[in-house]
C-alpha cells in the first residue's frame, strides 16, 4: 500500500487516550455502524464459543454482543489502554461483577499484531477500527491466524469517500496532508482472499451528518480521537488566512442551512476455510477444497 495512506500508530493511539473521556458523546457515527453490523448478524447462523472485538473502543458492541451470544466468552481488543478502562468503568462495579463469567476480558494489542493464540477465537468483530491499520493484509493474516477453522470475520471499515468534503476544503492549502486516507471496498475483498478468507461478501453505505458549521465537524473528530494521524500531516497550527480559505471552501457543500460531512461505510464477512480431505485426480494430483462451517 501506497506510503501515503499510513498513519502513525503512536499518534493514533495517543489521540484514542486523550478523547476517552469524549469519546461516547460525539461518537454519533461509531453507535449507529454497530446497530447496522448487528442487524447484518442476524442472517449468519453461528454459535461461537469465544468472540472477539477487535477495536472495541469504550465497549458500544459489548450489550449487543453479550445479548446475541449470552453463552460465549467476549474480548475486547484495543490499542488504546484508556479506552479500555472507560469501558469497563461504565459497566456495573461491586461483589457481583467480579464473578460474572459474562464479563469481557480485555486486551491492550494492535490489531496487525494480535496477541492471542492462533485458532482461539470462533467470531471476530471489528467496527470502524481497521481503517487506522497500515497494512489490511496484515490485519487479515492476523485475523485469519487467530480464528477457529470454519470461524467468521464480521467488520466495518471506512471507505474513500469518508471526509470527502474535508478533504477538498483542505485541497491546495499547502503539501501536506491533512484528512487520513482510507481503502476502496474492492481492494479490501482482494486483501481478505489474499489473506486466505473464504467467501468474502462485501457492501457499502454513505452515512451523511449534518452540522451548522465547519468548528462542530472537527470538535467532534477530535473528540473520538479521529484527528488526522498520517505520517505527512502538518505540524503546528495554521495560520489564520489559510482557515478563512478552508472554511470559505467548506461552505461550497452546504444545503439547507447545514454542513455534510459524508462518511463511507464499508462492510464485510469472511469464513476461515476448513479444510476437507483432498481428492486425488486421475493423473494423482491433489485437490484441496476451501468451504465455510455453517454451526
Not at 29 to 48: D, G, H, S, T, Y
Not at 237 to 259: H, N, P, S
Amino acid at each position: 500500500m501506497s506510503e501515503a495512506f499510513y498513519t502513525d500508530k503512536a499518534a493514533v493511539r495517543a489521540a484514542f487516550d486523550k478523547a476517552a473521556s469524549t469519546y461516547d458523546a460525539a461518537a454519533v457515527l461509531q453507535r449507529e455502524v454497530v446497530q447496522r453490523m448487528a442487524e447484518r448478524l442476524e442472517f449468519i447462523r453461528i454459535k461461537p464459543e469465544r468472540v472477539l472485538d477487535a477495536g472495541s473502543g469504550t465497549g458500544f458492541a459489548c450489550p449487543v454482543l453479550r445479548e446475541r451470544y449470552p453463552e460465549s466468552r467476549l474480548i475486547e481488543l484495543d490499542l488504546a489502554p484508556s479506552m479500555l478502562r472507560v469501558a469497563r468503568d461504565g459497566r456495573a462495579g461491586g461483589i457481583r461483577a467480579l464473578f460474572d463469567r459474562r464479563k469481557p476480558v480485555q486486551v491492550c494489542g494492535d490489531l496487525e499484531a494480535l496477541p492471542l493464540a492462533s485458532n482461539s477465537v470462533d467470531l471476530i468483530w471489528s467496527s470502524l477500527a481497521l481503517q487506522w491499520c497500515n497494512e489490511p493484509d496484515t490485519a487479515f493474516g492476523e485475523m485469519l491466524r487467530v480464528l477457529k477453522p470454519g470461524g467468521l470475520l464480521m467488520f466495518a471499515t471506512l471507505g474513500p469517500d469518508t471526509l470527502r468534503e474535508l478533504r477538498a476544503a483542505f485541497a491546495g492549502v499547502d503539501g501536506h496532508t491533512h484528512v487520513n486516507q482510507f481503502i476502496d471496498m474492492h481492494d479490501l475483498g482482494d486483501a481478505l482472499v489474499n489473506s486466505g478468507f473464504a467467501t468474502p461478501v462485501m457492501d457499502m453505505e454513505h452515512i451523511t451528518l449534518t452540522y451548522p458549521e465547519l468548528k462542530p465537524i472537527l470538535a467532534d473528530l477530535k473528540a473520538i480521537g479521529a484527528q488526522n494521524a498520517t505520517r505527512g500531516r502538518r505540524d503546528g497550527m495554521m495560520g489564520k488566512t489559510a482557515w478563512q480559505r478552508i472554511t470559505a471552501a467548506y461552505e461550497a457543500f452546504r444545503r439547507d442551512g447545514e454542513l455534510p460531512a459524508t462518511y463511507e461505510v464499508v462492510y464485510g464477512h469472511a469464513w476461515k476455510p476448513d479444510t476437507a480431505p483432498g481428492k486425488k485426480l486421475a493423473d494423482g494430483s491433489q485437490v484441496i477444497e476451501f468451504r465455510p462451517r455453517v454451526r
